[in-house]
């Protein structure tokens, strides 16, 4: 309990990180299209920062896998589409902290109310794979973005995709 307190304290101050450099960017662009960098940068400065480090994690570990690395950047890219507010992460914390339960029922639906924060956090993988499918990312980049936050893997998948849903899930966990 102690060690995840510990975890959401940094994980809060992570949030107060400054915009990714110059240098960061052309990282960046050396693993997406132009489109894939437009949803990107849409993506609120903390969730950059976020996947930018989970990408940082993924090339860490020795991955070369192209499907990976795109999914590290992008698998977040659903929470552009309605950003939230700091409180509003703390609040989906707390809530999915003391009522996981509660979090997910109250997490369906329009992103509307109090329950707003809710419905991005439990909504954000099926909405992102949705832009990753219209933008042309791969059927594995699309997958690998919906399924990022499912532990109970579909038994239909390829042991290639499970493998790499476990790595990026890793390296998300971690950052």
């Not at 309990?1 to 662009?29: A, E, H, T, V």
Request: hydrophobic share 40%; glycine share 6%.
């Amino acid at each position: 309990m102690k060690r995840r307190i510990g975890y959401r304290i940094w994980q809060f101050q992570q949030s107060f990180k400054p915009s990714l450099s110059q240098n960061d960017w052309d990282r960046i662009r050396l693993f997406l299209d132009p489109v894939e960098i437009v949803l990107f940068s849409k993506m609120p400065t903390p969730d950059q920062n976020h996947s930018f480090s989970v990408f940082n994690s993924v090339l860490d570990e020795g991955e070369d896998d192209d499907e990976l690395i795109k999914a590290a950047l992008l698998h977040d890219i659903g929470k552009g589409l309605h950003p939230l507010r700091r409180w509003e992460r703390v609040f989906a914390v707390l809530v999915g902290g003391l009522s996981p339960d509660l979090a997910i029922r109250w997490g369906k639906g329009e992103p509307e109310g109090f329950k707003r924060p809710l419905v991005i956090i439990n909504q954000h993988a099926d909405w992102g794979a949705e832009l990753a499918r219209k933008t042309g990312c791969t059927e594995t980049v699309v997958w690998l973005i919906q399924n990022h936050e499912n532990y109970q893997h579909p038994a239909s998948s390829s042991q290639r995709k499970l493998e790499l849903l476990n790595k990026l899930q890793i390296a998300d966990n971690q950052n």
